[in-house]
C-alpha cells in the first residue's frame, strides 16, 4: 500500500506568524496571508504566494458538507479535506465554517526562502498596518497549507464563538424560531438593499426579535 503523503506535508508546513485579531462570530473575516517556498527547479530562489481567505460568519450545523467548506484552494483541497476532516472533527461538529480563497497570486524572488521569511518578519514586527499569516511549506502543498491555516483560525477562534452564540442563545432548544427570525431578517435586509423604505421596518423587526446588536454592523451599513 502506498504511503499516505498528506502526513509528511503537513509535517514540513511551518506557521511562522499568525494575524492578531480572530475569526469574527457575527460576520465574516479577512485574512491576509504570504506563503513562502522554494520554487521548484530553481534553487536558491523563492515563490511567493500572496491572497485573502475569506471566513464565512460560523453557522451552528453538522460537519457533513465538509468538502464544500473550501472555495478556491486549488485542485487537490477535496483530497486535502478528506484528509483533514479527521483532525479537526469535534471542531466542526459544533459549527460550520466556510472558507474562500480571493485575489490568489504568485511570483518568484531571487533570494532564499529562509532570507525572504526573516526579512518579511521582520518588516512586519517593525510595524505599517499590515498583519498577515506569514508560512513556510511545499511548493506543491500550498493549498494544504492554506486550508491548514483556515482550520487553525477556526479552532483558534472556536472558544469565544461559543461563548458568543451561548450568550445569544442560539444553542438552546428552541433555537429553530431564533432559526426561523434570522431567516426573516436575512430575507429583508436583501430587500432593504434595493428597497430604502424597508429600512425602519427592518429596524424595528431587528429590536422586536432582540436581535439588534447581532445585525448592527449590517444594518447601519445599508444608510
Known amino acids: 500500500m502506498a504511503k499516505d ?9 511551518e506557521i511562522l506568524r499568525l494575524p492578531s485579531r480572530r475569526l469574527a462570530t457575527f460576520g465574516a473575516t479577512r485574512v491576509d ?21 475569506v471566513s464565512e460568519r460560523p453557522k451552528i450545523l ?6 464544500e467548506r473550501f472555495d478556491g484552494f486549488g485542485d ?17 461538529r459544533a459549527l460550520e465554517y466556510n472558507f474562500r480563497n480571493s485575489g490568489l497570486s504568485a511570483r518568484v524572488i531571487s533570494s532564499d526562502p529562509r532570507v525572504v521569511a526573516e526579512r518579511m518578519l521582520a ?29 487553525d483560525e477556526a479552532a483558534r477562534s472556536f472558544p469565544g464563538h461559543v461563548k458568543d452564540l451561548e450568550r445569544r442563545g442560539m444553542f438552546a432548544p428552541d433555537r429553530g424560531e431564533g432559526d ?7 430575507a429583508m435586509l436583501d430587500s432593504a438593499r434595493k428597497d430604502r423604505s424597508l ?12 436581535l439588534f446588536a447581532e445585525y448592527e454592523d449590517r444594518f447601519l451599513a445599508l444608510f
Open 5 to 13: 503523503p498528506i502526513p509528511d506535508l503537513l509535517s514540513r508546513i
Open 33 to 53: 496571508y504570504r506563503l513562502i517556498s522554494d520554487a521548484d527547479g530553481a534553487a536558491g530562489r523563492t515563490r511567493l504566494r500572496e491572497g485573502t481567505v
Open 62 to 67: 453538522t460537519a457533513e458538507s465538509f468538502r
Open 76 to 92: 487537490d483541497s477535496a483530497d486535502y479535506a478528506r484528509w483533514l476532516q479527521g483532525a479537526y472533527r469535534d471542531l466542526l
Open 123 to 151: 518588516d512586519l514586527a517593525a510595524g505599517g498596518g499590515a498583519d498577515p499569516a506569514v508560512i513556510r511549506c511545499p511548493d506543491a502543498a500550498w493549498s494544504l497549507a492554506l486550508m491548514k491555516l483556515a482550520l
Open 180 to 186: 426561523r427570525r434570522r431567516r426573516e431578517v436575512e
Open 199 to 210: 429600512l425602519e421596518p427592518l429596524g424595528a423587526k431587528l429590536r422586536d426579535y432582540g
